[in-house]
């Protein structure tokens, strides 16, 4: 149900987009969220956008990530600049309906080389 693009290998300082398709009616509904796992570490929080639009940031990323949604394409979207090696990490989608339930994508690859 929930369909993740993008990714893929940049330089530091450089910037990617992924996209995240949801299918079904739940999405206008739902929070999407962005999360990230590097090697040996756990799966983090880095943005998300709910249902009427509020966003909210990691730390780590504000200023240079920006999370939205197109609720008419059922899709939203991680802009990701000023990319940093530290931002190397499999990417991951997630849409939270209202009661909860959560619904992931498959993950991509995302790689910044110094």
């Known amino acids: 149900q929930v369909q993740l693009d993008g990714g893929g290998l940049v330089q530091a300082g450089g910037s990617l987009r992924l996209s995240c398709a949801a299918s079904g009616s739940i999405f206008r509904s739902s929070a999407m969220g962005w999360y990230r796992q590097a090697p040996g570490k756990q799966r983090d929080l880095v943005a998300v956008?709910?249902?009427?639009?509020?966003?909210n940031y990691a730390d780590s990323v504000k200023g240079r990530f920006t999370v939205s949604r197109d609720n008419a394409k059922n899709t939203v979207y991680l802009q990701m600049n000023s990319l940093k090696p530290e931002d190397t990490a499999v990417y991951y989608c997630?849409?939270?309906?209202?009661?909860?339930?959560?619904?992931w994508g498959q993950g991509t690859q995302v790689t910044v080389s110094s």
């Open positions: 997630c849409m939270t309906d209202t009661r909860g339930i959560r619904y």
């Open positions: 956008v709910t249902s009427v639009g509020t966003t």
